[in-house]
């Protein structure tokens, strides 16, 4: 983890970025590591430190719609949810919080798997994680 985030678990972290402003519900989480192998999924463009499962979008019938309703993710009003989930190959252990969204109901129903990995970018440019996929998302 980076400098400034050393001494904070990662679901320290992803309860920080909830619990203000259009996200003022804040989720469970519970640490949890990732294995080599895994691979875990988020939006695109632009994704974010939040991610889900290749289950949740098979589950949702790989909709936009039930998708980020499910993990609480407001909508863009111009451009609507995001239009593709990229799977990302675990190449190394990385620290990471996981829980099931609930408490921001006022972007959908939750109940989805949320896997939450501080400082992401910076482990996509080292190698740890790898895009290996794309699922095409409809409406």
């Given at each position: 983890?980076?400098?400034?985030?050393?001494?904070?678990?990662?679901?320290?972290?992803?309860?920080?970025?909830?619990?203000?402003?259009?996200?003022?519900?804040?989720?469970?989480?519970?640490?949890?590591?990732?294995?080599?192998?895994?691979?875990?999924?988020?939006?695109?463009?632009?994704?974010?430190?939040?991610?889900?499962?290749?289950?949740?979008?098979?589950?949702?019938?790989?909709?936009?719609?039930?998708?980020?309703?499910?993990?609480?993710?407001?909508?863009?009003?111009?451009?609507?949810?995001?239009?593709?989930?990229?799977?990302?190959?675990?190449?190394?252990?990385?620290?990471?919080?996981?829980?099931?969204?609930?408490?921001?109901?006022?972007?959908?129903?939750?109940?989805?798997?949320?896997?939450?990995?501080?400082?992401?970018?910076?482990?996509?440019?080292?190698?740890?994680?790898?895009?290996i996929d794309e699922i095409k998302l409809i409406d």
């Amino acid at each position: 983890m980076g400098k400034t985030n050393e001494l904070k678990s990662p679901s320290s972290i992803a309860r920080s970025w909830q619990g203000g402003g259009k996200y003022p519900g804040v989720d469970d989480y519970e640490d949890i590591v990732l294995k080599v192998g895994d691979v875990i999924y988020r939006g695109e463009p632009n994704g974010s430190e939040y991610f889900t499962t290749n289950e949740v979008i098979e589950n949702a019938d790989i909709s936009a719609t039930k998708i980020f309703e499910g993990l609480q993710v407001e909508k863009h009003p111009i451009y609507g949810y995001r239009k593709s989930m990229t799977g990302y190959k675990v190449n190394s252990e990385v620290d990471a919080a996981s829980g099931f969204t609930k408490a921001n109901p006022q972007f959908g129903e939750g109940g989805a798997l949320q896997v939450f990995v501080p400082n992401v970018n910076e482990l996509i440019e080292k190698g740890i994680l790898i895009p290996i996929d794309e699922i095409k998302l409809i409406d």
